[in-house]
T-cell receptor, first 111, second 116 residues
Framework: AQSVAQPEDQVNVAEGNPLTVKCTYSVSGNPYLFWYVQYPNRGLQFLLKYITGDNLVKGSYGFEAEFNKSQTSFHLKKPSALVSDSALYFCAAGGRRALTFGSGTRLQVQP | SAVISQKPSRDICQRGTSLTIQCQVDSQVTMMFWYRQQPGQSLTLIATANQGSEATYESGFVIDKFPISRPNLTFSTLTVSNMSPEDSSIYLC?????????????FGPGTRLTVL
């Protein structure tokens, strides 16, 4: 069975600083990996995905993620955080039927 | 992407009653899913809604408790039956245009259910 781990419940970063939200995965076969963001009282929004190819994936709102096969990681990054990036972030792996989600990481960007 | 709406957006229900949640997509999609997000937790897949046949349920979820319908390629319903306070969650509908696991899913805004 596949699994996704997000080791940090919360990440705090100052506005303008780079941010990283960590994700590791365990899947058999080729990994299909996704990042979603959930703002308060709203559904999940798709940010980006990795299927194959370039290990650095660029997505919405200036976010990017780096796929590292040897470390089985897919960390979400942004060069300069905004207060409006404060939200709940989920890493997920594509499976036979649907997505397997990590536990989520709350990102708090302080002004 | 796809535009997905859910009704109701929230509800407060009494123990022992049932609630039906509707999910409407603005275009035809291959796959429709129902997830549950319990307070402060991640998303758990309840079932895959199959058009014209019975839904495919994940371990721990049964049809008697969560009956699902999908009459066409743009609409599905999830019923939460004989509710208890433990059913208080956000219920999310999601869709994917194709059935391959590398296709992203798009989520509805969710239905926040509180059971008293």
């Amino acid at each position: 069975a596949q699994s996704v781990a997000q080791p940090e419940d919360q990440v705090n970063v100052a506005e303008g600083n780079p941010l990283t939200v960590k994700c590791t995965y365990s899947v058999s076969g080729n990994p299909y990996l996704f990042w979603y963001v959930q703002y308060p009282n709203r559904g999940l929004q798709f940010l980006l995905k990795y299927i194959t190819g370039d290990n650095l994936v660029k997505g919405s709102y200036g976010f990017e993620a780096e796929f590292n096969k040897s470390q089985t990681s897919f960390h979400l990054k942004k060069p300069s955080a905004l207060v409006s990036d404060s939200a709940l972030y989920f890493c997920a792996a594509g499976g036979r039927r649907a997505l397997t989600f990590g536990s989520g990481t709350r990102l708090q960007v302080q002004p | 992407s796809a535009v997905i709406s859910q009704k109701p957006s929230r509800d407060i229900c009494q123990r022992g009653t049932s609630l039906t949640i509707q999910c409407q997509v603005d275009s035809q999609v291959t796959m429709m899913f129902w997830y549950r997000q319990q307070p402060g937790q991640s998303l758990t897949l309840i079932a895959t809604a199959n058009q014209g046949s019975e839904a495919t349920y994940e371990s721990g979820f049964v049809i008697d408790k969560f009956p699902i319908s999908r009459p066409n390629l743009t609409f599905s319903t999830l019923t939460v039956s004989n509710m208890s306070p433990e059913d208080s969650s956000i219920y999310l509908c999601s869709v994917s245009r194709r059935e391959f696991s590398y296709n992203e899913q798009f989520f509805g805004p969710g239905t926040r259910l509180t059971v008293l």
